[in-house]
């Protein structure tokens, strides 16, 4: 509009021009070289006038649309470092509550109030390595990290306020080409290590960034510590399944419940008040089948 406004006034002044010299002309004064000179000057002004302003405007919006771009993607970023904190601490009360499996798996208690993986099973320990959790976790951690992400930009994108930025314009030109989620993830001391790479491209009209390492979430929980008991719990009950060690237990500073189904089933709920996630206590669940032959004591 802008441009097309600046060329009719060239134009204008041209016409009026030639028209004033064709005047003089008849007075002897000018030639038609005059007026071919003048008129190259015009045009040569006018494009380097207008040469200069596409430039200049172009380099306006780049800038905008940059600085628009960088805005977006450090929306996403904090959504998806969000999502890991909240996806690594549900995944890991997940585990606790399948016994350190990601579901129930194979053979195991099937109650009408609940239900508990076996963790022994006739004899056989069925316990998870600090390996396999890992995995486990790894994978609850790819399985629902986008949707999360996705949930909440479409969240943040809503609640901007419409007197701001023309949110239509904004949220329909930004978009996001993701890759595939590699999740790692550590079951150390007093902690569990989520690291996320996921590449992520971003674009905004013409400008484009790219993200894929997020920095690695440490969620302070006892876990391994846990884990380790569950599986020297379980090797006792191994050696002999109708005994358990109350010293031994009372020393573990764990809040342990047993419970006896069925007269062959018993189901351990062992609590760790000290690993708060969410502001829950890390919990396992898990169950274990006997012979009914004998009694547990």
């Known amino acids: ?33 005059m007026i071919l000179g003048i008129f190259v000057l015009i045009t040569v002004f006018s494009f380097v006038f207008l040469n200069n302003y ?24 904090n959504a998806v470092t969000w999502c890991i904190n909240d996806i690594g601490g549900k995944a890991i009360l997940n585990l606790g509550a ?34 396999e959790m890992e995995d486990s976790l790894s994978i609850m951690m790819e399985e629902h990290l986008e949707d999360c992400v996705d949930k909440l930009t479409k969240k943040e994108s809503i609640n901007v306020e419409e ?38 491209k971003l674009k905004f009209r013409d400008q484009e960034k790219e993200i894929s390492n997020f920095p690695t979430k440490k969620i302070e929980v006892d876990l391994n510590r846990t884990a380790n008991f569950v599986e020297d719990f379980v090797e006792r009950l191994q050696v002999n399944p109708y005994f358990i060690d109350v010293v031994y237990l009372l020393k573990q ?43 547990l004591i």
Request: proline share 1%; hydrophobic share 40%; aromatic share 12%.
């Open 98 to 131: 399948y016994g350190g499996k990601q579901e129930l798996v194979g053979n195991f208690f099937d109650e009408e109030l609940f239900d508990a993986n076996y963790l022994y099973y006739f004899g056989e320990k069925q316990t998870s390595s600090i390996e």
């Open 54 to 77: 596409t430039k200049t405007k172009q380099l306006e919006q780049d800038v905008t649309d940059g600085l628009e771009l960088n805005l977006n993607s450090e929306r996403v970023n």
């Open 253 to 295: 500073n764990y809040t342990i419940d047993l419970t006896m189904l069925n007269n062959d089933t018993y189901v351990f709920l062992i609590t760790d008040n000290n690993s708060i996630i969410n502001h829950e206590p890390l919990k396992f669940l898990w169950a274990a089948k006997l012979n009914n032959t004998g009694v």
């Open 163 to 200: 007197n701001i930025v023309n949110h239509d314009l904004i949220f329909e030109s930004f978009q996001v080409d993701k890759g595939k989620i590699n999740t790692s993830t550590e079951i150390i001391d007093e902690a569990v290590m989520f690291t996320v790479n996921w590449p992520l």
């Open 1 to 33: 509009m802008f441009l097309e406004i600046i060329f009719n006034l060239v134009l204008e002044i041209f016409i009026n021009l030639v028209v004033f010299i064709l005047k003089m002309k008849k007075r002897g004064q000018v030639t038609i070289f």
